[in-house]
């Protein structure tokens, strides 16, 4: 059987859908040596990242503009990934719910969220233009639909009308990173690159306008000015903040570090106070269960996948009050015993996710989705 796997979502820094390409990527070929797997990339400027595949694998990179690609597969249909990797597929899976046009496969699409519906004027100009318009057509012609929460599965039955039938719910999991224990040097080897303290708040995540970094920024000061003993400093991880562009004048204990590898964000968990999540909405919301899997007690919104992903393990904000998300940050800072407990609860909750598991049950669906 010959598989096809958008992979271009983990060609450059992946995050979020990129890290779950790439988790997928790496663990399914062992899962299935009977099987072939054909990895797409396409890029003008980036080529994918070398790296050692069993031979089961053929990794198909092509020198094309990626936006005039989308467009052409989006809207036309067109050209077949069949043509562009000189293969015929069983089965094309596409790691976001827009398909990968394949001649005679079956189709699967993966569901993240779908906010770009419900708030289409605070996406991205592609996404506005392309998924919202779209993504109900494709999502009708695939075969089958993954998705990463039970929050994100009944979104897609309610705005999408997919049958139940359609819909495998396969969670994202946990890199071993996160698990792993981490030697005191390494902790403070980054501490001391990145010029941060002991027991900061970190953020992990985009800048997109879901993620409420305002709120968080507006509630983080509310409560540094409100707090009669020294509040620890708010670290941003994540690929392009404003903040480190110079887009708004947030004082000093407000620090944005950009982009850091897997290796880099555990070390600092490790060396931290709490995580905070305040996002108006999550289809899962990875760094939640990384901090958790890392015993960092976690901070994040009521509702939406966050609520599911924490478990119970977590304290929940309301992500529209400033006050409710600072209040939620002081209460974790303040109180030993709730920080503990979440560190605990955590732990166990966070062994629900776990990327080879996700991977066995994307293999089941597949051989459900050709077996139909």
Known sequence: MNIGIDVRPSLVRPTGVGSYVLALAQRLPASAPDHHFYYFSASLRDRYPIRTWPSNVTLVDRHLPVRALNFAWNRLGWPSLDMLARAHFDLVHSPHPLLVPARKAKHI?????????????MTEDEIR?????????????????????????????????????????IPNGVDPVYRAPIAPEAVDAVLARRRLPRGAILYVGSEERRKNLINLAMAYMGLARRRR?????????????WWAQGGTDVGPQIRAVGYLETSEIRALMAA???????????????PVADAMAAGLPVVCSRGSALEEVAGGAATLVNPLDTKSIADGIERVLDDAALAEEHRRKGLEQSRKFDWDTTAARTLEFYRRVLGS
């Open 109 to 121: 699409v993966t569901i993240h969220d779908l906010f770009f519906l419900k708030h289409p004027e």
């Open 129 to 169: 233009r392309d998924y919202a318009p779209l993504v109900p057509k494709h999502v009708r012609r695939a075969d089958g639909v993954i998705c990463v929460s039970e929050h994100t599965a009944s979104e897609a039955r309610l705005l999408l009308d997919v049958p139940p039938a359609k819909i495998a719910v």
């Open 229 to 241: 003993k020294p509040t620890p400093p708010l670290v941003l991880i994540g690929p392009g903040s």
């Open 272 to 286: 931290s106070a709490l995580l905070v999540l305040p996002s108006l909405e999550e289809g899962f919301g990875l």
